[in-house]
């Protein structure tokens, strides 16, 4: 305490010490078994996504022409194989690696530049923020499917006579993928940084005289991501399901190579062999509400510090 | 009244800041200006408190941040410590920025939710680079101690684990923590209660006194003025109506608006009959501020001269400056 401090500005340090320490801790929201449940399918996938290739098991490219189509539980094809003799365990793996990691990529190089921008677009706003807006409500207003598939027919077009490479197309369809995510992470990015950025904290950081990037990078990023967070889950589930309607079309990855192109190849099997149309169907499924039921974990959680704040 | 002169600057004192003919206006749209704040000038003389009062949307918020540059100006002169701050490029005002702080109405929305305290206050001392993290945790501890917080209870907590009162101190920490010269308090306790208002009033004289601070008080409630400040300069749709003496103005108020505020001052004593000549109305739109004297169509005492021309701010006693062709009769 300072020497000379009145007996008046005594009384509020005991009050502030008493109403602080009576302030209850922000409760951590209660986890549902649905938290476990997606907590848990979605640390299997990954590690299916990650390890997979390691795995003892038949190769996921390799026809097995003495088992065409065999029910799943088979001794040596615990998931059965399709009618062209594939493993449908080992596709079920390579098409995480597939599936998951073209979403994963999608939504953190589309998630990053979206809220890059959206974020400065906020916080100079101006002609820059005019014209970020014009561009986000352009991109959004395509729809998402027709500018993949465009993209993917002009830039990996393939043919007999002109065959693609997996890797090209892989790379067209994330590259369409990151396309139609700035502009929806974009604009979650740019309403919340309004919204934060109109704080009194951030005028008084400026006129202490803290720079722009400082301001954004210690104040608005933090306060902003949470919401992009809760969204960028959401937007995993979508990609996957994305993926799988342009694979359904038959531009998006060939071969079986990811669920939904397995699910592509064993649409005309589904009498002889409904496995081989279920088990990826099955996967997708449950993949995308997984990472819907964490992202909501994550906005709820989000929800609770907010009524605090 | 309302209106524009420099008849109440004292270029002989050791001046702070120095505001000359300041506007600012906001462009809504092609032919919509907003005239936020219309060629006002004061001084601030080293050690004063000046207080600016208005009702809410008379430009006294936006006068306290264009004197900051933030936005800057539209036109007109901002001189602090002998440096004309509108002209300035953006790397010499940033290093004068130490030397004016500010502190805002909404004490939570002041500090970020996501930032213990001790991070508040380190933020003013690592972007200015003062001294290495031993000297700023100590630092830290000083200002929270002066401004009456217990450093091993709160250093740690962020700002929803406090009241408005805690939270409105550890904004005024951290505006000191760069030694400032001058502090601009923007409706520093008009979102406290009335028994909180008391403390931080006391905490801010207390700093004034310690650190010889100089203060722009910027407030809409007449009864706190009068406890802080020298020298009261009130407004009215962005122009000057009066200048004085917190005593001078209330006992010997000269301007029709002055005396509505002072009048709409409750005083607790049920047998005071309720003064029934205040003024009407809501002030004018600032998109079109009426010609002349701004506050002519809810003065009682407008004539055809108040339409035409604009007062200018003139002496009527020692210290007093009043602009309006009618002042109010002794």
């Excluded at chain 1, 320490?21 to 399918?41: C, D, H, M, N, Q």
């Excluded at chain 2, 600057?9 to 005239?35: A, C, W, Y």
């Amino acid at each position: 305490m300072p020497e000379n401090s009145t007996p008046e500005t005594e009384t509020p340090l005991e009050a502030s010490v008493e109403t602080a320490e009576e302030t209850p801790k922000v409760k951590k929201p209660r986890k549902t078994i649905g938290f476990y449940l997606s907590s848990a399918w979605i640390g299997f996938v990954l590690f299916l996504a990650t390890f997979g290739p390691w795995l003892p098991g038949p190769a996921w490219d390799e026809s097995f022409y003495d088992s065409l189509g065999v029910a799943p539980f088979h001794h040596s094809h615990i998931l059965g194989t399709t009618m062209d003799g594939y493993d449908m365990w080992a596709g079920l793996q390579h098409g995480a690696r597939i599936s998951i990691f073209v979403s994963l990529i999608a939504v953190l190089i589309g998630g990053s530049i979206g809220s890059f921008v959206g974020i400065t677009a906020a916080y100079f706003r101006g002609k820059y923020d005019l014209l970020i807006t014009m561009i986000f409500n352009v991109m959004l207003s395509i729809p998402n499917l027709v500018l993949s598939l465009a993209l993917l027919s002009v830039l990996a077009y393939s043919d007999e006579a002109h065959p693609v490479s997996l890797a090209r197309r892989v790379t067209v369809l994330i590259v369409s993928l990151i396309i139609v995510i700035i502009p929806i992470l974009g604009r979650i990015a740019r309403g919340s940084a309004l919204q934060w950025g109109s704080r009194e904290f951030v005028l008084a950081s400026k006129s202490m005289g803290s720079k722009n990037f400082f301001i954004i990078r210690k104040h608005i990023l933090p306060n902003v991501a949470p919401a992009i967070l809760a969204i960028g889950f959401l937007a995993v589930g979508s990609v996957i399901i994305v993926e799988g309607s342009l694979a359904l079309l038959g531009i998006g990855i060939p071969g079986g190579a990811s669920w939904g192109s397995m699910l592509a190849n064993g649409r005309g099997n589904i009498e002889f062999s409904p496995h081989e149309v279920y088990l990826p169907a099955l996967f997708i499924a449950f993949t995308v509400i997984a990472f819907n039921w964490f992202g909501d974990y994550v906005r709820v959680q989000l929800d609770k510090r907010e009524s605090k704040i | 009244m309302a209106g524009s002169g420099k008849a109440h600057m004292r270029p002989e004192g050791d001046v702070v800041l120095e505001v000359n003919d300041l506007t600012v206006e906001f462009k809504l749209s092609k032919n919509q200006i907003v005239k936020a704040v219309s060629g006002v000038s004061f001084d601030l003389i080293r050690g004063e408190t000046l207080a600016i009062v208005g009702e809410s949307g008379c430009g006294k918020s936006t006068l306290g941040k264009a004197i900051l540059q933030l936005p800057k100006p539209t036109s007109g002169s901002v001189n602090f410590l002998s440096k004309e701050l509108t002209s300035l490029s953006k790397r010499e005002l940033r290093d004068m920025r130490p030397a004016m702080q500010m502190i805002f109405q909404d004490p939570v929305s002041s500090l970020d939710p996501r930032l213990p305290v001790s991070e508040v206050l380190a933020e003013p001392l690592r972007v200015w680079k003062r001294g290495n993290e031993v000297e700023i945790n100590a630092k830290i501890d000083e200002l929270l101690l002066a401004a009456n917080l217990d450093p091993a209870v709160v250093r740690d907590r962020r700002s929803y684990e406090f009241s408005g009162g805690q939270c409105q101190r550890i904004s005024i920490a951290r505006s000191l923590a760069l030694d400032p010269t001058m502090i601009i308090c923007d409706e520093p306790v008009s979102a406290l209660d009335v028994s909180v208002q008391a403390q931080i009033l006391n905490l801010l004289q207390d700093m004034k006194d310690r650190y010889g601070l100089t203060l722009i008080f910027i407030s809409h409630d007449l009864a706190v003025v009068k406890a802080v400040s020298t020298r009261v300069m009130v407004m009215y749709l962005g122009k000057v109506c009066e200048v004085a003496p917190p005593e001078e103005l209330y006992r010997n108020t000269k301007h029709h608006y002055t005396k509505a505020l002072v009048g709409s001052v409750p005083i607790p004593d049920p047998d005071r009959p309720i003064s029934g000549n205040l003024i009407q109305g809501e002030p004018p739109s600032p998109l079109n501020p009426p010609s002349g004297c701004r506050f002519r169509t809810r003065c009682p005492q407008a004539s055809d001269l108040c339409a035409q021309e604009e007062p200018q701010l003139r002496e009527v006693s020692v210290g007093h400056f009043v602009a309006c062709h009618h002042p109010v009769a002794e």
